[in-house]
């Protein structure tokens, strides 16, 4: 936190005659431990490799500042504040786009973690306008002949790949990464021949994550042997075995699996299954505190079975909802709100969606 600290004087000041101050850096420091889930602030990669841009980047000082704003606003029904989220992610957005057209005006590595935050801003404001565009923009930008991944450990990277093949499963549309690259980045984490992964950059173990890349791509594509491989992607996710690990850790990641299968299940219905996906997620998330972390990454796992239950599971519908509600008024991200709009929708059967990705025209969700 003390690396936070020091950056506040650059970050209040800006010159009030565009009426876009930014948030106080106690804001920021609280967004940045929103989504935390690792043992200590050192593995944390927004403290290595996206704060310290603050004092040499605009667009990414203007779109933390707006994220902060949007989180608070979001927590506090501040109307007035919401508005300057607008702006700030606006300006930031303007920013960017003057030092893109100015030769040598930013190196690849600012633009990426810029154009990456205004996407989570986009998806944390809940509209979502822009979300896709700026996927597009980072691919390009790692597509670049002189890109150079290894100087932020390929956190970045990793972050878009996550961000592409998620907004995917909610989606008709294919990722904009090929299968090829995903697999590319994911192999990138790996350390004295051994496979490793931050719970800050995907909230699912590596392995958990390559099925679900693996299930949406032979989805979207539906290659010839897609039977078979989709029943070697069932065996390998019911022989996967979690890493040694306690409590609210082991709980979510228990979550994930049992999602996963409810995905697969969801897009290939001929897979064949007799479990109770649905009972057994809900009980791993009520073995974890709704108002943390571990809770909030569930999210996506949660609303795999969400979409299944049925008029006679009131009890367990209300349950969702009371951990969605609790979300948004601990972390103010509306995409929890976003997805209980959704799902209320699904359960009431009044708008129609896609059985497969439960989209809903008009309607963009992001589930993590």
């Given at each position: 936190m003390k690396k936070l600290t020091n950056l506040s004087n650059i970050v209040l000041n800006l010159s009030t005659k565009s009426k876009l101050v930014l948030t106080p850096v106690s804001d920021i420091a609280d967004l940045s431990s929103i989504f935390y889930l690792g043992s200590g602030p050192s593995e944390n990669p927004m403290f290595h490799y996206v704060l310290p841009l603050i004092s040499t980047i605009a667009p990414i000082r203007f779109a933390?500042?707006?994220?902060?704003?949007?989180?608070?606003?979001?927590?506090?029904?501040?109307?007035?504040?919401?508005r300057k989220s607008l702006r700030l992610r606006v300006h930031a957005t303007h920013l960017l786009r003057e030092k893109l057209q100015t030769p040598g005006g930013v190196s690849d590595q600012s633009v990426l973690a810029?154009?990456?935050m205004l996407a989570q801003l986009d998806m944390c404001s809940g509209d979502c306008t822009e979300f896709e565009t700026h996927l597009k923009a980072a691919v390009a930008v790692i597509r670049g002949p002189v890109y150079d991944g290894e100087v932020n450990q390929y956190y970045f990277e990793q972050r878009l790949a996550w961000l592409d093949v998620m907004s995917s499963t909610t989606s008709q549309k294919p990722p904009n990464l090929t299968m090829e690259e995903v697999e590319t980045i994911i192999g990138r984490f790996s350390s004295n021949g051994q496979r490793q992964w931050s719970y800050d950059v995907f909230p699912c173990p590596i392995d958990l994550f390559e099925i679900i890349t693996e299930v949406t791509f032979l989805f979207k594509i539906q290659p010839e042997e897609v039977k078979s491989r989709i029943q070697d992607l069932g065996r390998r996710l019911n022989e996967w075995k979690p890493p040694l690990m306690t409590g609210a850790r082991k709980h979510m990641v228990e979550a994930w699996k049992l999602g996963i299968k409810a995905y697969l299940h969801r897009l290939f219905p001929d897979i064949q299954n007799e479990e109770s996906l649905s009972e057994q997620v809900l009980a791993l998330a009520e073995l974890i505190p709704p108002a943390s972390s571990w809770s909030y990454a569930l999210l996506w796992p949660i609303f795999q079975v969400a979409v299944t239950l049925g008029d006679e599971n009131i009890e367990e519908k209300n349950l969702i909802r009371r951990r969605l509600k609790i979300a948004l008024e601990t972390i103010g991200c509306r995409h929890h709100s976003n997805a209980l709009e959704v799902l209320e929708a699904v359960w009431a059967k009044e708008e129609e969606f896609d059985r497969f990705s439960i989209s809903i025209p008009g309607r963009t969700i992001m589930l993590v």
């Open positions: 933390l500042a707006g994220s902060a704003s949007c989180h608070i606003a979001a927590r506090t029904s501040d109307t007035a504040l919401e810029s154009i990456l």
